[in-house]
């Protein structure tokens, strides 16, 4: 199977992110995505938020950079399942107008998830 890197999409009417047909077997437990660290977006596979995100996050309860870290990865979080043969998801409005994106998507591997940025001659 080909290594995908690197991906570019236009959203449709919708704010739906089709996920390349090479990417869709690791996404079949559904997606998460959030704010990332600066203007731009996290796309996590569901399994590898519940498996290395979400135990992360737990931490200490009383100390403040685990606090922070959820804030930041919780306010806004969405998850869900893409939507059958299409391979897509819905980007929510909130989360595109935190990452100044408006209708086209570049998706970089990060490891185990990827950062969504706006393309950067859109306008």
Aim: glycine share 6%; hydrophobic share 40%; proline share 2%.
């Amino acid at each position: 199977m080909t290594q995908v890197d690197y991906f570019q999409r236009k959203l449709d009417d919708k704010r739906r992110l089709t996920i390349p047909t090479e990417l869709r077997e690791a996404f079949a437990s559904g997606a998460v995505v959030t704010r990332g660290f600066g203007k731009y977006l996290h796309l996590y596979p569901k399994a590898v938020w519940d498996n290395l995100v979400e135990p992360r996050l737990e931490g200490d309860i009383l100390d403040e950079k685990t606090a922070d870290l959820n804030v930041k990865f919780r306010m806004g979080k969405v998850e869900q399942s893409l939507d059958g043969k299409q391979g897509r998801i819905t980007l929510e409005q909130h989360l595109l107008d935190y990452a100044d994106i408006a209708r086209e998507v570049s998706a970089v591997s990060v490891g185990k998830y990827w950062r969504l940025t706006a393309v950067e001659n859109e306008a």
